[in-house]
């Protein structure tokens, strides 16, 4: 097998990172990540003092379900119940009078509404994107959260709370989006069995794995798009945001009518970084840290930018695509260990 140098960041946190292969964008700059963080367990103004404590900046409440923390050294944290009905229901709460008849009713109800909602539907902090040599850092504001009593994936059969990580792209070119679409397909039964994704999020849509029609489309040796027919052929077999790996955030960056013009668009946020939404959160579990997820994701990063070993492994999966035994076994997540890179930090 080729061998493969691995490079080593100098990181300024107290863990030892490996990172990517590629640590700038095409500007120059430090590539940067944002993370999302769903859990339970913690009301809102205590999530934002636990921020602000960890990273600095300013507490800004929003309404009773949303709120930031402003001018910390990378930008804005936002914290938020994760649920777009009940964030409406807190930004027009104060336009509601209390006049004893209807409106008051109204505004129980909203009340009521919220209570339960904080029940089942998770707190979720957005960090602003920060270099990917800083990731460590966050670490430490999982740990405060964790002794505060945040609740995590496992603390309930209900709680399908998930870890999202948004890496910025080198680039926005079509051989390096493909790159990392054809990685992360190949990789995709490895990081779900070493994710060990919790049965809630696996009967959810919000994760779900690509066709098996987009994968061998997209893995064939032949396949060469430009940036248009990328985006159409994936349009055509993934008009949803509801993928492990959602790349419409991206493609919207690059092509927005394309995205705006075949689907429902109000909650596609476009920005040049994917949206991996695969791990779960474990953030009451002693020891967790975002450190394991970040070596998964490091893998789909390595290969993406390791040509002959993608194409490798792409005949490979191709050649277990078609074998009914392999399929009906699962055996990939195994045999595909061998492509792997010894990442683990040391």
Sequence with gaps: MIKHIIQRWINPSPSDWTGPPVIHTASGKLRRIGIELEFSGLGIEQ???IVKDVVGGSISPISPYECDVDDTPHGTYHIE??????????????????????FSFER?????????????VPFEIVTPPIPMPELGRLNDLV???R??????????????????????LPDTEVATLLGYLQAFVCLFPWLARESKVDWSRRVTPYIDRFPSSYTRLITAPDYAPDLAGLIDDYLDHNATRNRALDM??????????????????????PRPALHYRLPNCLIDEAGWTLDEPWQHWLQVEHLAHDEARRQAMMHAFRQHLDDPVSKL?????RDCEQWLLPLARA
Excluded: C
């Excluded at 496992?154 to 910025?168: D, K, R, T």
């Excluded at 076994?329 to 997540?333: E, L, Q």
């Design 81 to 102: 119940l994760d649920s777009s009905y009940v964030k409406r229901l807190g930004r027009h709460d104060d336009d509601k009078p209390d006049d004893g008849g209807l």
């Design 108 to 120: 129980l109800s909203d009340e009521v509404i919220g209570a339960i909602a904080k029940q089942i």
């Design 248 to 269: 419409l955030p991206v493609f919207g960056e690059v092509d927005w009518d394309r995205i705006d013009a075949a689907l429902d668009t109000h909650l596609v946020k």
């Design 329 to 333: 076994f699962d055996v990939w997540a």
């Design 147 to 168: 002794e505060a009593g945040a609740q995590g994936t496992h603390h309930s059969p209900i709680y399908a709370f998930g870890l999202h990580m948004n890496p910025e």
């Design 47 to 49: 999530i934002a003092r």
């Design 143 to 145: 740990s405060r959260l």
